[in-house]
């Protein structure tokens, strides 16, 4: 664990001092749930998404080449510009 310093606003850190100590917490751990709770929690159903979307478009016919389009924007014509 490593230890980090945030800057609340005044009505924030007072709320977080009255939850943690209705929970017999502190403002410390509640941070730390809420982050995990935010930014962890959700893991299993992003990716779930993610893969759900994988091969979406495989099967679609009106669009172009995408090998050539790529291949078209990755041209490289800076020789030919400087040289002219």
Known sequence: MRRTQLYLED???KVL????????????ELVR????????ANTSERKEALL?????????TDLPDTHKY????????RLKRIWK
Do not use: H
Not at 52 to 60: F, S
Not at 70 to 77: T, W
């Open 17 to 28: 001092r009255v939850k943690a100590k209705q929970s017999s917490s502190t403002v410390s």
């Open 33 to 40: 749930r809420a982050v995990r709770e935010k930014y962890l």
């Open 52 to 60: 759900g979307a994988v091969g979406l478009w495989k099967d679609r």
């Open 70 to 77: 790529v291949r078209r924007l990755r041209e490289d014509n």
């Open 11 to 13: 009505d924030l850190l």
